[in-house]
């Protein structure tokens, strides 16, 4: 079975992440997608693996659903067993369980990342057979509430 490309590798991995519901599959979704002494910078300031596990394990509470988007996507690589490094945009809208205005509210985060994957030989292969890791990852992240669209009041007709 082929490898996929470093693109396809980094959506599946990064967005398993996202869309996981389940604590189990999260876990083991980060597992296959970092490695162990992966460095992480979140907004510019140095971070840890397991601050950002916390960080996008806590973003599932209160979600009902999520969508991904990914924009301008780009690899510095093509060949699985050398390194390269996968920049892009990732735009993640959450539903949340609560409503606003009888509809379900919605968060947007959007994520400027470059991640840097690499084949390592001291982990575990994954259910690909590969042993691709994240080993370095940078990213920007913001937060976005989408505005509330209020109804338009219509004219009330006046009769004469």
Avoid at 21 to 38: G, H, I, L, Y
Avoid at 79 to 102: N, Q, Y
């Amino acid at each position: 079975m082929s490898k996929p490309d470093f693109i396809s590798w980094t959506q599946s991995h990064l967005g398993a992440l996202y869309e996981a519901r389940e604590d189990e599959v999260f876990a083991n979704a980060f597992d296959t997608a970092f490695s162990p002494s992966c460095e992480v910078r979140v907004n510019h300031a140095p971070s840890t693996v397991d601050a950002l596990r916390d960080s996008v394990s806590s973003r599932k509470v209160a979600t009902r659903g999520v969508t991904l988007s990914w924009e301008n996507v780009i690899s510095t690589g093509d060949s699985p067993d050398e390194p390269s490094v996968v920049a892009g945009t990732l735009i993640i809208t959450r539903s949340m369980m609560f409503l606003i205005r009888a509809a379900p509210a919605h968060r947007l985060t959007q994520i400027n990342f470059s991640a840097k994957v690499e084949r390592l030989e001291d982990v575990q292969v994954d259910e690909n057979d590969d042993r691709r890791r994240i080993t370095s990852l940078y990213l920007t992240s913001v937060d976005i509430v989408p505005p509330i669209h209020f109804a338009t009041p219509h004219p009330v007709g006046q009769e004469e």
